[in-house]
């Protein structure tokens, strides 16, 4: 099993920048694909991104080009660097770490972009 804590988040301005971190124990991180997702006011939990144990990324349409996710696995950490944020970004941001069958989830960050 692998436990993970996320940090980082908070308010920020629309247009400003914010950087999410992702630490996980318990494991050995570097098999791990790591991703990001996040869950709004009444919608569904979705994916923000995807990072590989080979560093492979994968971006939902509309964090392209904006949000940028890393991985360090000597800290164990997961990162996910928010650009140019608007009030569409606002939510709950949850780690998550997948292998085989197996799912595990971090307890979530709060991100609430102003206008």
């Known amino acids: 099993q692998v436990q993970l804590v996320e940090s980082g988040g908070g308010l920020v301005q629309a247009g400003g920048s914010l950087r999410l971190s992702c630490a996980a124990s318990g494991t050995i991180f570097g098999i791990y694909t790591m991703g990001w997702y996040r869950q709004a006011p009444g919608k569904q939990r979705e994916l923000v991104a995807t990072?590989?144990?080979?560093?492979?990324?994968n971006y939902a349409n509309s964090v392209k080009g904006r949000f940028t996710i890393s991985r360090d696995n000597a800290k164990k950490t997961v990162y996910l660097q928010m650009n140019t944020v608007n009030p569409e970004d606002t939510a709950v941001y949850y780690c998550?770490?997948?292998?085989?069958?197996?799912?595990?989830w971090g307890q979530g960050t709060q991100v609430t972009v102003s206008s």
């Open positions: 998550n770490a997948q292998i085989g069958g197996y799912v595990g």
């Open positions: 990072v590989t144990r080979n560093g492979n990324t």
